[in-house]
């Protein structure tokens, strides 16, 4: 039977800092398995422990699992250096311990990311011989030809030695030059290079999709929910 602090299980599970817990506990506010906790250092099986906070019950669970709609000048790590990251616009109800975001979007880049304290499962959905497909819109400053979409769906060989595996490419809308784009990697800048490669400049950039979990079109910009197990399921789940 495994055991690991309360306080720590607590941190995990909810929006209660450190400093939180400690008053409430000194307050007699914390109960584990019936009993009123003092000593947060105490420790009891994650899996299995029953905690309350103020009467409240406490979702014991150790990953969590969430969809965000990345704003623009948002930046996709856990520690912005003093900016503002993906994981400090989320509300309080879903922050926990531990979360990152699983892949990187860029400062200008919008749409669909993925943070999580699961660090297997972001290696797994990351990792390049996994092949997990990501959708993006891409508005360009111009228009492909033939040879330039032939090209993506071969493959790319930039002239610094980079290569891009095949990726599906298709013409949305001329008036706007605005396409849709499937890759399965996800080096640096690498759609933007893509269109660079044949003289097009990206002007907008948005993920809408993680294999075949598409971004949920009721959250607005900035807004952020968890996942079920059924949505989690598809970001890995192969096409047929």
């Given at each position: 039977m495994k055991q690991?602090?309360?306080?720590?299980?607590?941190?995990?599970?909810?929006?209660?800092?450190?400093?939180?817990?400690?008053?409430?506990?000194?307050?007699?506010?914390?109960?584990?398995n019936g009993e009123t906790v003092y000593d947060l250092s105490k420790k009891a099986d994650p899996d299995i422990a029953e905690i309350y906070v103020d009467g409240n019950p406490i979702k014991v669970k150790k990953y969590t699992y969430i969809m965000l709609n990345k704003?623009?000048?948002?930046?996709?790590?856990?520690?912005?250096?003093?900016?503002?990251?993906v994981v400090d616009i989320l509300p309080d109800s879903l922050k926990r311990e531990g979360l990152f975001p699983a892949g990187r979007l860029d400062k200008y880049t919008t749409g669909f990311v993925l943070i999580t304290n699961d660090g297997d499962f972001a290696h797994n959905i990351l990792s390049p011989r996994h092949h997990v497909k990501k959708t993006y819109i891409v508005t360009t400053d111009a228009l492909l030809d033939d040879k330039a979409l032939s090209e993506f769906e071969k493959g790319i060989s930039l002239s610094d030695g980079t290569l891009f595996k095949p990726a599906s490419i298709r013409l949305l809308d001329r008036n706007t030059r605005e396409y849709e784009v499937i890759i399965v990697e996800g080096k640096y800048h690498q759609i933007k290079r893509m269109f660079s490669h044949f003289g097009a400049k990206v002007i907008k950039l948005h993920r809408t999709a993680m294999g075949n979990l598409t971004l949920d079109h009721e959250l607005a910009s900035g807004e952020a929910r968890e996942l079920s197990a059924?949505?989690?399921?598809?970001?890995?789940q192969k096409d047929d």
């Open positions: 690991e602090r309360i306080d720590k299980i607590i941190a995990t599970c909810s929006s209660y800092s450190r400093n939180e817990l400690k008053k409430a506990a000194k307050d007699g506010r914390v109960v584990c704003p623009l000048g948002v930046i996709s790590a856990s520690d912005g250096r003093g900016e503002k990251t059924d949505e989690l399921l598809k970001i890995s």
